[in-house]
């Protein structure tokens, strides 16, 4: 399959899983799982646009895991990034001493004020490598890469989860344990 297709169904499928399941009317489970069968019958409800082996591609493929497979293929989720309510059962773990999260400048005064908010997000979204964070910030434009003292926050009771595919998740980062 060419990239921009599989990119255009990882698109879609983390729109659906994500954000807004109702749109082809698929119900997503508390733990935001949903049957293979159903999404694939309800994305081709006209003409067969997706099939099972097209879909096990863009799972396997994607470089940033965002999707995973029940073990016996039946069900999927996407493992982090929803803003729709689910239970991803994301256990608790000890962070590095630092982690990083890119933004772009015009973000930073409000930043300054309030921390990190996880706006939409179930979470503030981290990463343990400085690169992803700088992919992170590109979407938006020039990046800014902020460092946050992790270790710190975890020594102060803030809590926080790592997800599937290794993005570090926790609920706000406070503005003093930001280096700008
Ligand atoms: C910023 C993508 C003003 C924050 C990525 C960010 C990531 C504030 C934006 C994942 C703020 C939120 C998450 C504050 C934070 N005032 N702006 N107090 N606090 N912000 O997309 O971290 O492709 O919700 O800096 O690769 O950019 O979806 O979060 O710029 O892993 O798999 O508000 O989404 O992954 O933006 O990205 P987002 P994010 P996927």
């Known amino acids: 399959m060419d990239k921009k297709r599989t990119k255009n169904i990882s698109k879609f499928l983390s729109y659906l899983l994500r954000h807004n399941p109702g749109e082809i009317g698929i119900i997503l489970d508390e733990n935001g799982w949903t049957s293979v069968s159903i999404l694939l019958e309800k994305i081709n409800v006209d003409t067969q646009t ?5 879909l096990i591609y863009v799972v396997d493929t994607n470089e940033k895991k ?17 803003s729709i309510n ?17 933004t772009v400048a015009k973000f930073l005064e409000s930043i300054q004020a309030t921390g990190l908010q996880k706006g939409s997000r179930h979470h503030v979204h981290l990463s343990a490598d400085k690169e992803t964070a700088i992919n992170v910030g590109s979407r938006r434009g020039k990046p800014i890469i902020l460092t946050i003292k992790s270790g710190e926050m975890h020594a102060k009771n803030h809590t926080f989860y790592q997800s599937e595919n ?5 609920d706000e980062v406070p503005v003093g344990f930001i280096e700008f």
């Open 50 to 54: 997706l099939s099972m082996e097209e």
């Open 66 to 82: 965002r999707f995973a497979f029940s073990e016996d293929k039946t069900q999927i989720r996407a493992n982090q990034g929803h």
């Open 86 to 102: 689910v239970n991803l059962a994301l256990n608790a773990k000890e962070p590095p001493s630092y982690l990083y999260h890119g």
């Open 166 to 170: 290794g993005v570090w998740l926790t």
